[in-house]
């Protein structure tokens, strides 16, 4: 009888346990496709969104007749979840139609981590633009390159000089002219590469990769000739120092044939050498924080969970600092001596990095806790301030709160007045400009039985496999001693 209690405990045990497991559903990747009815002059977008990942993955994105591929962006999104760091990220492809029309996107499929992920396709509607006749051909982008023969290699950076601290994008890329009477091959490019982009990676350099998933020549026009590209590799470099960027030559060898004339027994081995690189580097201006300041363009996006609340509450005030430049490293705003009025608490950080052709774009949100200690009107300006370096304007600027708070009052006036100043609210923790306000999961908190604990199923699922695993501990004592 013992045994037969003994074995349902055991299986009930393992049923919890994967049905514990069963839940965790919430990991799996989704592809979702942009917009199908749209102009020929915007771009039709498949994204990748994989959560829950730190690693880049690379994604083999399907052809689209009569589509163009051009380039992919990625954004990464650090979250803080139950005291762990997870890092979740959106791939995005981009393709540019050829004409006006409608055209199949077949259904098809992409392997993530291991896992297929499938897609049911659609039908795109492209729309010519108002008032203009549609191209015959795709205009083909022009580089401003001087080419040295008929095919090239080629390594170029977006800017010829750049401030210390501000990107540069270095491009590797192997040029052949439409009319090259050769047909070339890549030989072993991996392992080339390796060895390339060690010699062409600026020394002391923060680096964000843009992964190429694919390579597929881009159509181009250089000097009037037509020449197809091949991206091997590109990067944004954000220099730490004022030492000038030099990066040598490089080489590349491919084999070839002939086009015209009788076949070649043998592929002929040939290397290409591209010229080497220089990217002047200026030191910033004078300026008491010139080794601490960011580099960029950046812009000021602020919040407040509520504009009044009583004296010896907290608030959250969101500091978000959005734009170009090196997101991921960008300091926390100075804590100015404001006076007594208020206590301000560490931040919670978290950033999102956005992949934009040859710039790093992108958001870092800094999310305080603030307690007043006295009744009037808290201006925030006087307590944050972000000093950074303007590239484009070649000075020095600095990001101010406009958001003021309003401390004191009785208990109803603050519970009325739960109304952010510009519609602000909080979604997932973060203040987001323009969200409604009336549903904010936290408006009203501090007016909440704190008694009232909602039941958390990890931790009713993690209480009872502990009585389980306890009951056949003691179970199993039973049946030793008995025996």
Not at 99 to 104: D, I, K, L, N
Not at 137 to 155: C, K, M, Y
Not at 326 to 351: K, W
């Amino acid at each position: 009888m013992f045994f037969v209690i003994f074995r349902n405990f055991l299986v009930l045990f393992y049923c919890v346990v994967f049905s514990g497991f069963a839940q965790s559903t919430d990991n799996v990747a989704s592809i979702e496709l942009g917009e199908t009815n749209f102009p020929i002059e915007r771009t039709f977008t498949i994204s990748l969104i994989i959560p829950n990942s730190e690693t880049r993955a690379t994604i083999a994105f399907p052809d689209i007749p009569g589509f163009i591929k051009r380039g992919t962006s990625t954004s990464v999104t650090p979250l803080e979840i139950n005291g762990k760091s997870v890092t979740s990220q959106v791939i995005t492809q981009n393709y540019k139609a050829r004409a006006p029309g409608r055209f199949r996107l077949m259904p098809f499929s992409v392997v993530v981590n291991g896992e297929t992920i499938h897609s049911e396709g659609a039908v795109l509607t492209v729309l010519p633009t108002a008032g203009l006749a549609a191209p015959a051909n795709t205009t083909v982008t022009t580089v401003d390159i001087a080419p040295a023969g008929a095919a090239f290699l080629s390594v170029r950076a977006s800017k010829p000089s750049i401030y210390a601290g501000d990107g540069v994008a270095l491009t590797l890329s192997f040029f052949v002219a439409d009319n090259y009477p050769y047909e070339l091959s890549f030989q072993a490019l991996d392992k080339q590469l390796q060895g390339i982009t060690r010699k062409i990676r600026p020394a002391n350099s923060w680096e964000e990769n843009l992964p190429i998933n694919d390579l597929k020549p881009i159509a181009v026009v250089i000097n009037k000739k037509k020449f197809r590209e091949y991206r091997l590799f590109q990067s944004v470099f954000f220099p730490l120092s004022s030492q000038t960027m030099r990066l040598p030559a490089v080489s590349l060898q491919l084999s070839r044939r002939p086009v015209v004339g009788p076949p070649a027994s043998q592929p002929e081995l040939t290397v290409f050498t591209s010229q080497p690189l220089v990217v002047a580097v200026r030191p910033l201006p004078v300026h008491p924080l010139r080794s601490r300041v960011a580099v960029g363009t950046f812009q000021l996006e602020e919040g407040l969970e509520k504009k009044r609340l009583l004296v010896g509450k907290s608030v959250r005030y969101t500091f978000s600092i959005t734009g170009r430049g090196n997101i991921a490293t960008l300091p926390g705003p100075s804590l100015l001596d404001g006076g007594r009025e208020i206590d301000v608490f560490p931040p919670e950080e978290r950033h999102i990095i956005n992949h934009a052709g040859d710039e790093i774009k992108g958001r870092k949100t800094f999310t305080y806790f603030i307690v007043p200690h006295q009744n009037g009107t808290v201006s925030l300006a006087n307590h944050f301030q972000w000093i950074y370096f303007d590239p484009q304007r070649a000075r020095y600027d600095t990001l101010r709160p406009q958001l003021t708070l309003e401390a004191g009052g009785t208990e109803e006036a603050v519970t009325s007045a739960i109304s952010m100043p510009n519609g602000e609210a909080l979604a997932n923790g973060e203040v987001i400009p323009g969200a409604p306000v009336g549903k904010s999961l936290y408006t009203g908190i501090e007016l909440m039985d704190s008694t009232q604990q909602p039941v958390s199923v990890s931790v009713l699922i993690r209480s009872v496999a502990n009585v389980l695993i306890i009951l056949m501990l003691v179970g199993m004592v039973f049946v030793l001693i008995k025996r």
